[in-house]
C-alpha cells in the first residue's frame, strides 16, 4: 500500500514561513490534499488538488508538489496557525483507498 | 450550507458490533461525484481512513479493516452508515464522516466527531 512521510514536528517563528513536507514514491503524479486540525476540533481542508485553495482559507496558506514530495507552506505564520497538519492521497493502485500522512505538528515559538 | 453528524454508541464491548450513522444535509448523495467518507483517530494518533461510499453506489474500504466494514447509504434520509464488527480496544477512537469530493477535491467538509471507547 501507498506510504504518505511526514516529519512529526515543525516549528517556526511568528512571522517567518513554514514548510511542512510530505512524501511519496512518484507523489507529483498523484492530487495531494492538506488538512489543519487543532486540538479537540475536526480536521479543516487548508488545500487541495496539491495548490488550490478553500473559500476561506487565507492566501498564506500554499502548496505544492513534483516529483516524490509535496510542501505545504504557510507564510507569515501566526499563533493561530499552531495545529497538527496532514497530507492525503487517493491511492489509485490496487488498495483503491484515501491515505494519509502521519501528521505534523507545528509549533508557533 | 453543509453539515454532517455522526452518532452511535458511546461505549461499546469488546467483539460487539459498532454502528455509527452520519446524517448530512446541504447535498445530495444522488448526484453526480458526491460521496461520504468515514475516518477515525485514535486518542493522540493520526487519522485513518476506514470506507467511503460514492452517488452511484461504489464502496471501498481500508484493506487493513475490509473484512469487518460494511457501508451502505440511505438517500432517502441523507444518511450514511457504518458497521464494524468485532469490536477491540485497539478501535478506542473519534470516528469523523467527511463529504468526499473525490480524488482532486478530497474531503472539504467533516462531522464534529463521535467518541467510541470499547471496553468491558
Known amino acids: 500500500s501507498y506510504v504518505l512521510t511526514q516529519p512529526p514536528s515543525v516549528s517556526v517563528a511568528p512571522g517567518k514561513t513554514a514548510s511542512i513536507t510530505c512524501g511519496g514514491n512518484?507523489?507529483?503524479?498523484?492530487?495531494v490534499h492538506w488538512y489543519q486540525q487543532k486540538p479537540g476540533q475536526a480536521p479543516l481542508l487548508v488545500i487541495y488538488y496539491d495548490s488550490d485553495r478553500p473559500s476561506g482559507i487565507p492566501e498564506r496558506f500554499s502548496g505544492s508538489n513534483s516529483e516524490n514530495t509535496a510542501t505545504l507552506t504557510i507564510s507569515r505564520v501566526e499563533a493561530g496557525d499552531e495545529a497538527d497538519y496532514y497530507c492525503?492521497?487517493?491511492?489509485?493502485?490496487?488498495?483503491?483507498?484515501?491515505?494519509f500522512g502521519g501528521g505534523t505538528k507545528l509549533t508557533v515559538l | 450550507q453543509v453539515t454532517l453528524r455522526e452518532s452511535g454508541p458511546a461505549l461499546v464491548k469488546p467483539t460487539q458490533t459498532l454502528t455509527l450513522t452520519c446524517t448530512f444535509s446541504?447535498?445530495?448523495?444522488?448526484?453526480?461525484?458526491?460521496?461520504v467518507s468515514w475516518i477515525r483517530q485514535p486518542p493522540g494518533k493520526a487519522l485513518e481512513w476506514l470506507a467511503r461510499i460514492d452517488w452511484d453506489d461504489d464502496e471501498y474500504y481500508s484493506t487493513s479493516l475490509r473484512t469487518r466494514l460494511t457501508i451502505s447509504k440511505d438517500t432517502s434520509k441523507n444518511q450514511v452508515v457504518l458497521t464494524m464488527t468485532s469490536m477491540d480496544p485497539v478501535d478506542t477512537a473519534t470516528y469523523y464522516c467527511?463529504?468526499?469530493?473525490?480524488?482532486?477535491?478530497?474531503?472539504?467538509?467533516w462531522g464534529q466527531g463521535t467518541l467510541v471507547t470499547v471496553s468491558s
Open positions: 446541504g447535498f445530495s448523495l444522488t448526484t453526480s461525484g458526491m460521496c
Open positions: 467527511a463529504r468526499d469530493r473525490g480524488t482532486s477535491m478530497g474531503l472539504d467538509y
Open positions: 512518484d507523489i507529483g503524479t498523484k492530487s
Open positions: 492525503q492521497l487517493w491511492d489509485s493502485g490496487s488498495d483503491l483507498s484515501w491515505v
